[in-house]
């Protein structure tokens, strides 16, 4: 498995690998490639989250500014694109060519309010109606809490981000540890095959 930050080469046509997944209740056909989280198949953290988005989830925003942190070959905002087709999908990751995979795929789909970042690239002004994410628990604890706190930060008043972790990698802690920051409150939302969706809410501004 490449390292999460790890920014790889441009992806060549004779990398793609093509199959058919599940995106907001209607099969797709998209391409992965190599040097990239997941590359040959659905994750089953994302495709926990995914599941309950569809099932518990709630409502997406039909408009404004939706994350997708880490978003690798693209299927979180794929299916927000999917969605919520009036809404700025942002898909953000440090490895290029997962943002490459990720515009390729939108392409295919015919999803065209998909923007795909690096970190630095989003406009520091926006606020986040809503944030996705299966984070890179791997790259340690204290790095992956700063790019929480980073990113949970530019969530709008009253917005909220659902987040799935792995238990033996320490969701539990880390939901505990996402309820302890001042202004957040955390709580699991669902827990299937070994995983958590953990739903944190900022508090509206008073």
């Known amino acids: 498995m490449p ?16 199959f058919e997944v599940d995106l907001a209740g209607t099969p797709a056909r998209v391409v992965t490639a190599p040097g990239v989280f997941s590359a040959t ?6 495709s926990v989250l995914l599941r309950t988005e569809r099932r518990a989830g709630g409502p997406v ?3 404004g500014h939706l994350l997708d942190l880490g978003c690798g070959w693209g299927p979180i905002a794929l299916t927000l694109a999917r969605l919520a087709p009036e809404a700025t999908v942002w898909a953000v990751d440090a490895n ?22 690096l970190p630095d690239a989003v406009p520091p002004a926006i606020a986040l109606a809503l944030l996705w994410s299966n984070p890179p628990i791997r790259v340690g604890k204290h790095r992956l809490r700063s790019l929480l706190r980073e990113w949970l930060e530019r969530l709008a008043p009253g917005a909220h981000a659902d987040l ?3 238990k033996n990698l ?10 302890d ?16 969706v953990i739903r944190v809410e900022r508090a509206s501004a008073t």
């Open 96 to 117: 290029p060519r997962a943002l490459e995979l990720t515009a390729l795929n939108a392409r295919r789909l015919g999803l065209d309010n998909i923007q795909t970042a």
């Open 164 to 166: 799935v972790a792995q």
């Open 61 to 63: 925003p039909p408009a």
């Open 170 to 179: 320490g969701a539990d802690s880390l939901a505990r540890w996402l309820g």
């Open 181 to 196: 920051q001042p202004g957040w409150a955390a709580a699991k939302l669902a827990s299937a095959k070994g995983y958590r």
């Open 41 to 46: 198949r659905l994750d089953p953290g994302t």
């Open 3 to 18: 390292h999460y930050f790890e920014p790889g080469a441009p992806v060549r046509p004779d990398e793609l690998r093509e």
